[in-house]
């Protein structure tokens, strides 16, 4: 067994690395260019090596739509991050790196079908440490994603089982890479989250000390999924290997998921003697989703609610906050909250909210909620009309999903034109800048403002939205030229309509 070990103390060169992932659909969702914190990914595993002892393997993952490109003396573009990596020993730095992941140079950065990913190996010491982890937008100092993690030291005097690598793919090689282990090539795969589309859990592992503490000299290993809580997932979710005694047993796994649906699971590894009985236990958490209503009713079964914010809400507000996130939910999500008619019970809504804003915020779901809770008021206190509240108008539904505007330029009295109100934007959360709104208000007395035309992605678009402010106006000329989306100013005053282009 032979693994090849970067030691790194105080290496401060910057390296020409970049390793490319082009199955971003699967990896980070289809998204529009989000910021780094939104679309790293990253992931850590413990082993040891039986020569120089404990080390720490990332595995990093950035999509290529998180980036900023900027043209180089190529005339291509071309973005990419700076990392740093920081072992600490309480505040003694143990190991430090920094270098960078260069994307390919493009002839348009309009289109983005790839990732960045890495990985790095380093040397530690067997005991507690902190891990940080800083990437940076080479094009953009604002652009950061900032991990910590605390190392803990492998156990002794037992058999130990290591962390898990979960993979995308292996296969075997010699060509000496970063991702090159034990005669096979091994590409992370660097979430703890199963798609739909991905039906096979890859995986690798080791365990150490068998040859000290294992009374048999042939035992087994197994491996299974279980449903997080303890329950077996079900048969054909179980794999064995026999070993033998030795001082390191390398196990590399592919089980198929295909029919697992959806839930929170564990994969675990155990190590029994010839009596069948459990010597050792590790498990690594993960989570599957797969299509369908009942496997989503099947995965809120799973998650407990006790002693969460939701607890002590009640049927109307569980509706009522139900009918709230509408306007900032995936098209999955509203999908669901369509299903969560009045006749389900409130526990399956309570899961429902609390993974909602889990999802959004790991660390305080709480936080998120209270603040999303804000923009409903402020939404309701601004926006509602006679016949409903805020949130459920237009400009309700676009200030939650995209926030306060940059600049709100509302028109009531202008001659000739609805009453309409233009929204600008400089930039949106999935990072689409220069974006307006156009609504107008054409029954003059409910304060409704109906959305017109917008240039953000996946929202109404109406080039003659001009025309149809000032329809009561506009000359039949400007009406029937469909290549026309212009008014001509008669009043000669500074409209609303001409402050933004989009």
């Known amino acids: 067994m032979s693994h090849k070990i970067r030691f790194m103390h105080f290496s401060r060169a910057l390296q020409a690395a970049c390793v490319f992932l082009v199955s971003l659909g699967i990896l980070m969702g289809t998204a529009a260019a989000q910021s780094i914190e939104d679309l790293t990914t990253l992931r850590t595993a413990m082993f040891r090596h039986p020569e120089t002892g404990p080390y720490v393997e990332i595995y990093l993952t950035v999509s290529g739509n998180a980036l900023t490109y900027e043209k180089n003396n190529r005339y291509l573009y ?7 990596i920081i072992i600490l020993d309480e505040n003694l730095v143990m190991n430090f790196d920094k270098y960078r992941l260069n994307t390919p140079m493009l002839k348009d950065s309009a289109t983005v079908d790839f990732s960045l990913i890495d990985q790095q190996r380093l040397s530690i010491p067997n005991k507690g440490l902190s891990l940080e982890i800083n990437i940076r937008d080479i094009h953009d100092s604002l652009n950061v994603y900032k991990y910590t993690e605390a190392l803990l030291p492998l156990p002794g005097n037992e058999i130990v089982i290591s962390d898990l690598q979960i993979l995308d793919t292996f296969y075997r090689s010699s060509v000496e890479t970063n991702f090159l282990k034990n005669g096979f090539e091994m590409k992370p795969w660097p979430r703890n989250f199963f ?6 859990f890859l995986f690798y592992g080791e365990i150490y000390d068998c040859d000290q503490y294992m009374q048999d000299d042939n035992f087994l290993i197994t491996f299974t999924i279980e449903v997080d809580g303890g329950s077996s997932a079900g048969q054909g979710f179980t794999q064995y290997q026999k070993a033998q005694k030795a001082p390191v047993i390398t196990f590399l796994r592919d089980m198929d998921i295909t029919e697992l649906p959806s839930g929170n699971y564990n994969m675990v590894v155990e190590v029994r003697n010839r009596n069948n009985e459990v010597i050792k236990r590790k498990k690594t958490f993960f989570q599957r989703v797969k299509k369908g209503a009942l496997s989503t009713f099947e995965n809120l079964e799973l998650i407990n609610t006790s002693g969460t914010f939701v607890d002590e809400y009640d049927s109307e507000q569980l509706n009522y906050f139900l009918d709230v996130i509408y306007a900032v939910a995936t098209v999955e999500e509203a999908r669901l909250i369509a299903s969560l008619t009045p006749r389900v019970e409130d526990d399956m809504k309570k899961k429902f909210l609390y993974n909602f804003w889990l999802q959004r915020n790991l660390a305080d779901p709480y936080d998120a909620w209270k603040k999303y809770l804000t923009l409903v008021k402020e939404a309701n206190d601004s926006f509602t009309t006679p016949s409903r509240q805020g949130y459920r108008t237009d400009r309700g539904r676009v200030f939650l999903k995209y926030g306060r505007p940059y600049d709100r330029v509302p028109s009531v009295n202008e001659p000739g034109a609805y009453p309409y109100e233009i929204w600008y934007y400089t930039t949106i959360p999935n990072k689409q800048t220069n974006v307006g709104f156009a609504f107008y208000e054409p029954s003059f007395a409910t304060n409704d403002y109906i959305l017109l035309h917008s240039n953000a992605r996946g929202e109404l678009r109406d080039p ?20 026309n989306t212009e008014v001509n100013d008669r009043q000669n005053v500074v409209r609303a309509i001409d402050m933004y282009d989009f």
């Open 78 to 84: 071309q973005g990419g991050v700076d990392v740093e």
């Open 195 to 200: 798609p739909d589309e991905r039906n096979h």
């Open 464 to 483: 003659r939205w001009k025309l149809r402010i000032y329809e009561g106006v506009a000359s039949p000329t400007d009406f029937f030229n469909l290549d």
